[in-house]
């Protein structure tokens, strides 16, 4: 039979060994998650700097369709002007 002092002795040997290996994973899970942000913060740059160029591409586009759409109203105004005067002098013939 085990004597007290005994199993004492088993269960704190037990639990320093239980608390080495938390240590251990500590460590791991510290320098998965370091690995992690190294690796994913370039990634994330790398993202933002398409988005941006994207939108700049988009803006420039959209700049010059509205350069576009307002030579066309202004086109769009004259022409009805002018329709209505040949209306005008016709009616008058």
């Known amino acids: 039979m085990i004597s007290v002092e005994e199993a004492l002795k088993l269960i704190l040997n037990e639990l320093k060994e239980l608390k080495e290996g938390q ?33 700049d591409e988009l803006k420039d586009t959209l700049d010059e369709q509205q350069r576009v759409i307002d030579t066309l109203a202004a086109r769009s105004v004259k022409h009805e002007s002018e329709i209505k005067d040949f209306k005008r002098i016709l009616k008058n013939q």
């Open 23 to 55: 240590q251990e994973i500590k460590k791991e899970v510290t320098s998965i998650k370091d690995n992690l942000i190294n690796g994913l913060g370039p990634y994330f740059e790398s993202v933002e700097k398409h988005i941006d160029v994207k939108t």
